[in-house]
C-alpha cells in the first residue's frame, strides 16, 4: 500500500475536567487529565510512525490548548477542529474532509493505547479489498474506523457509547452491501477498570 492515507487523530483537549472524565473517581481531575495528555501523545506518535500519510489532530473543544499547539510542530501533523454535533457528524465531516484527494483514511480517537503503528498499517492494507475496515473495542464500540469513500448511513443516527455501537455498525454495512474488514479487537481506557489494560509504567 503505497498511496498516501490520512490519518485522522480525534481528541479532547487534555484539561482537567474535560478530558477523561469518567477518570476522575480513581486519578482525579489532574491525573486524568495527565493520562489524556499521555494517551493523544501516544495515538499521535503511532500514527505518525505508520507513514501513512499527513496526520489531521482534529480538536475540541477548539485547537487552541497548548498541548494541541505543541504537537502541531510536526511537520506531518496538521491541526483542524471538530464541528458541532453528535459524535457520528463530527467523525463524517472528518473523514470526508480526509478523503478529498484521497482514496482512503483512517479515523482513530486516543483511547486505546494498542493501536499501534503496525495496526493502523494493517488498516490501510485491508482498505485495499474492502470499503471499509473497523478495529472493534472490547466495550461494543470501535477504537479505529477506515473508509474508502464517505459513508453517511453508518455515522447518522448512531446511538453512540453503548454496548452496541459495533453490532449496529455492522448491520448497516450488511442492508448496504459493503465489504468490511475487521482487525483484532482492542481495549479503550474510559474507566477505572480499563486502566489495568495500560502500558506498563505509564501510572507511575
Known amino acids: 500500500m503505497n498511496r498516501p492515507c490520512p490519518v485522522i487523530v480525534m481528541a479532547k483537549a487534555p484539561e482537567p475536567g474535560y478530558a477523561k472524565t469518567r477518570l476522575i473517581p480513581a486519578l482525579g481531575r489532574a491525573g486524568a487529565a495527565a493520562l489524556a495528555d499521555r494517551l493523544l501523545a501516544h495515538a499521535l506518535e503511532q500514527a505518525r510512525v505508520s507513514a501513512l500519510g499527513p496526520v489531521d489532530l482534529c480538536c475540541a473543544p477548539d485547537a487552541s490548548h497548548p498541548a494541541f499547539q505543541r504537537h502541531a510542530a510536526s511537520p506531518v501533523t496538521q491541526l483542524s477542529e471538530q464541528v458541532d454535533g453528535d459524535l457520528g457528524a463530527r467523525m463524517l465531516h472528518a473523514l470526508e474532509r480526509a ?3 484521497h482514496d482512503r483514511a483512517l479515523l482513530i480517537g486516543t483511547d486505546a493505547p494498542a493501536l499501534d503503528a503496525q495496526r493502523l498499517r ?3 492494507d485491508a482498505l485495499d479489498m474492502h470499503d471499509a475496515v473497523f478495529v472493534p473495542a472490547h466495550d461494543g464500540g470501535y477504537a479505529l474506523v477506515g473508509l474508502r469513500y464517505p459513508m453517511a448511513m453508518l455515522f447518522d443516527g ?3 457509547s453503548t454496548p452496541r455501537v459495533m453490532d449496529d455498525t455492522r ?3 450488511r442492508a448496504h452491501g459493503l465489504r468490511h474488514a475487521e482487525l483484532p479487537p482492542v481495549h479503550d481506557i ?5 486502566l489495568a489494560h495500560l502500558p506498563a509504567g505509564w501510572l507511575a
Open 99 to 101: 478523503l478529498t484527494g
Open 122 to 124: 494493517e488498516a490501510a
Open 158 to 160: 448512531m446511538t453512540w
Open 171 to 173: 448491520a448497516r454495512l
Open 190 to 194: 474510559d474507566e477505572a477498570a480499563d
